[in-house]
């Protein structure tokens, strides 16, 4: 499969977790890149792959869909139409790596976090978790997997994403029974900065999926592949 890609981090041995990064619009991978490889010291085993719209936007940029004229009415059909482009990216990765959804992440920032919240909207299982940077919604979920935990992480001072749409996220999430975390970092704007960073990293390493808890109290124990490896 063709699509423009940066690789952070190859493992010497098979990779026991997928980390799957996402930028922004007119961004691309080798910045997002940069985000990718804090990342990578703390999952050794990790294949971690930055990985770029599908249209050039800019000078060097990229993108997903255009924000030309977007509103909130015709958002979710523009999502909608390259969906199944990113369903499939995420996949091959995860076919290259042999990293299955339960030890796969997707960390996105800006139209990356609203590819990555989606995505789970039109394949439930397709990750176990998400990071998502000052992203959002196209349009609230009202059901989620279980198996899936979100950590939204949204500046405070945010112009570009209201930190509203985090907030209206959260809510939805919780009232469908899922697994998120919200984080916002005051006087932070539409960026990603070293408290953002270390909020991400410490959900990642320390977070235990709920899930979890609810196997322990049915009397079942975690599928060994699970995204435990993340802890």
Not at 21 to 46: C, K, Q, R, Y
Not at 101 to 130: C, D, H, N, W, Y
Not at 216 to 223: E, Q
Request: glycine share 8%; net charge negative.
């Amino acid at each position: 499969m063709k699509h423009d890609h940066f690789i952070v981090q190859k493992p010497d041995n098979a990779a026991k977790q997928l980390l799957l990064f996402f930028h922004g619009v007119g961004d691309n991978p080798v910045n997002m890149g940069n985000i990718a490889s804090w990342f990578a010291p703390l999952f050794p085993e990790a294949l971690i792959v930055s990985v770029g719209g599908v249209e050039p936007c800019g000078p060097n940029g990229r993108q997903w869909f255009s924000v030309q004229g977007v509103t909130e009415e015709n958002r979710q059909a523009r999502i909608d139409a390259i969906m199944p482009v990113f369903i499939d990216t995420v996949r091959y990765w995860q076919q290259q790596s042999g990293v299955g959804p339960l030890a796969t992440a997707l960390v996105g920032f800006s139209q990356g976090s609203i590819m990555s919240l989606e995505s789970l909207k039109a394949q439930p299982e397709l990750a176990s978790r998400v990071i998502a940077f000052n992203g959002r919604y196209a349009s609230l979920p009202t059901k989620v997997s279980s198996a899936t935990t979100i950590h939204l992480i949204h500046g405070g001072e945010d112009s570009v994403i209201d930190l509203a749409h985090a907030v209206a996220a959260q809510d939805a999430l919780l009232q469908a029974g899922g697994d998120v975390t919200l984080d916002i970092v005051e006087d932070l704007g539409h960026a990603i900065d070293d408290r953002s960073m270390q909020l991400a990293l410490d959900h990642l390493r320390f977070t235990v999926p709920k899930h979890y808890f609810d196997e322990a109290l049915s009397g079942s124990r975690p599928n060994d592949d699970d995204i435990i490896e993340m802890l």
